[in-house]
């Protein structure tokens, strides 16, 4: 399944009357330029797809709620903002729009990979920790099959630690404390059209973040549409 981590709808003002935009690419011969549809770039396939023995249907479970819940409600508001201006959104139409630039930011294919590399050794490293401050039940359920709760997930739940990384995806999109941070920085709209030297233009990392994150002072963040 393809997994676009950059939807395609946010591709719509780079589009000609035929539908392609114009992808420029480093190969060993140069900078080369072709022209392409949305559908055919910025995606890896089963880039969120969860492995191993996993519930009928769950599969694509993050790919299908990243589309419904994130793209799907924030291409209204960017259309809104494309045509009204960002001064025009409501508080609430800003809060989706905060929460796409979150999601664009994590689904990037780096992201996802450091995830993947990083969040299943460290729930390993901790499951001990876990069980000595585990909840009643858990712990009369490890008690009465006497085993621990590495043992218990190693032998009977092993999809939990494999896709340990994509389970943390919509947690870190949905952040509550950096979303409220990043909702109370100074947003600007700059409108270029007619002004700029050279035509305005994306990439394949949509959302340029400068700075040491939202807490910095002197952050900038830079989202061209």
């Given at each position: ?11 719509g003002?780079?589009l ?37 023995a ?61 995830l ?23 712990h ?18 092993p ?5 340990a ?61």
């Amino acid at each position: 399944m393809r997994n676009h981590y950059i939807p395609e709808f946010y591709f719509g003002p780079w589009l000609d009357d035929g539908g392609h935009l114009l992808q420029f690419s480093r190969q060993p011969s140069g900078i080369v330029a072709d022209k392409k549809t949305p559908g055919q770039i910025c995606y890896i396939r089963d880039l969120h797809t969860f492995t191993g023995a996993v519930p009928p249907g769950s599969r694509h479970h993050i790919e299908e709620w990243l589309t419904s819940e994130i793209d799907t409600r924030t291409a209204p508001v960017i259309r809104k903002v494309l045509t009204e201006g960002l001064g025009h959104i409501s508080p609430e139409e800003g809060s989706g729009l905060i929460r796409f630039i979150q999601a664009l930011i994590v689904r990037r294919p780096e992201s996802i990979r450091t995830l993947r590399e990083k969040t299943a050794p460290l729930l390993l490293n901790n499951l001990d920790a876990i069980e000595q401050a585990a909840w009643p039940e858990l712990h009369a359920s490890l008690k009465a099959s006497g085993k621990s709760l590495r043992e218990a997930i190693e032998n009977d739940h092993p999809q939990l630690i494999e896709n340990a990384g994509q389970l943390m995806v919509g947690q870190l999109i949905a952040h509550a404390k950096t979303g409220e941070k990043l909702f109370r920085l100074e947003w600007i709209g700059v409108d270029l059209a007619g002004t700029a030297v050279v035509p305005l233009v994306t990439s394949d990392k949509a959302v340029v973040a400068l700075g040491d994150g939202p807490d910095d002072p002197e952050a900038i963040i830079i989202f061209p549409l």
